[in-house]
């Protein structure tokens, strides 16, 4: 199965959706999607026999939520719900549950975010425990690999990054082939390096250190078991809104449809829908 969402507003997504290492993005039978958008349109996703209908707006958004315990599906109305938000300032965040890999490419200056959550990690398709999270200037890439697998994410020029898995299968986020996968992004210089079974500390251009966990202010707090939201804002402030095991989470904001980026003194509200509800406001450091 093949899922492709471009924004034609400053915007790209693209959701590669690979057999047989795939992971359900709406439809449940292989059927090939095609998503164009623009301003003020709406995008139709298609599950099943239903539509679903997901406003596209400038700022353009997804929503994207992960609850069913099997895979992703983009906009379903019944196990699962997305939003992906985005348009700079901005993030790009999803979670999701089960042995499914996620892929996004966002187009510069945004930052890009894949959290898988398995059992006990975040992944990004590697079949095994990973963790993998891709932060926007001025932090670097954070890759936590807890299998042999040795990542080296190089930055050439301003063009793109390569993520090369050196192991029997190269990885393009996640793929079982010997492939490559790019990200264009800002002029910065990108480089991972997963020890086998050990965490990868990447420095940030700032003098601090990210970590997968941390838990100080400057730093990102990402929990694996009880599911975390993570939000960073464009400011140099970053949010960790943690949530209650299942739980869905909704980011509504002054409109009832569309995100208000953390931007200064914006301010984040966000709802865990079952027993948190969070006002979260975002200040400089």
Do not use: Q, W
């Amino acid at each position: 199965m093949y899922y492709e969402v471009i924004c034609k507003d400053s915007m790209y997504y693209e959701i590669i959706h690979k057999y047989p290492v795939y992971y359900d993005i709406p439809c449940k039978d292989p059927v090939y999607y095609d998503i164009p958008c623009k301003d003020l349109m709406d995008y139709e996703i298609c599950k099943d026999h239903v539509y679903y209908e997901i406003p596209c707006k400038d700022p353009l958004y997804f929503e994207i939520l992960c609850k069913d315990p099997v895979y992703y599906a983009i906009p379903c109305k019944d196990p699962v719900y997305y939003e992906i938000p985005c348009k700079d300032p901005v993030y790009y965040e999803i979670i999701c549950k089960g042995p499914v890999y996620c892929k996004i490419i966002c187009k510069d200056p945004v930052y890009y975010k894949i959290i898988c959550k398995y059992p006990v990690s975040y992944e990004i398709r590697c079949k095994y425990r990973v963790y993998y999270e891709i932060c926007k200037d001025p932090v670097y890439y954070e890759i936590i690999c807890k299998d042999p697998v040795y990542y080296d994410i190089p930055c050439k020029d301003s063009v793109y990054y390569e993520i090369i898995c050196k192991y029997p299968v190269s990885y393009e986020i996640p793929c079982k082939y010997r492939v490559y996968y790019e990200i264009c992004k800002d002029p910065m210089y990108y480089k991972i390096i997963c020890k086998d079974p050990v965490y990868c500390d990447i420095p940030c251009k700032d003098p601090v250190y990210y970590d997968i966990p941390c838990k100080y202010r400057v730093y990102y707090e990402i929990c694996k078991d009880p599911m975390y939201y993570k939000i960073i804002c464009k400011d140099p402030v970053y949010y960790d809104i943690p949530c209650k095991n299942p739980v869905y989470y909704d980011i509504p904001c002054k409109d009832p449809m569309y995100y208000e980026k953390c931007k200064h003194h914006v301010y984040y509200e966000i709802k865990c829908k079952y027993p948190m509800y969070y006002v979260i406001p975002c200040t400089m450091r």
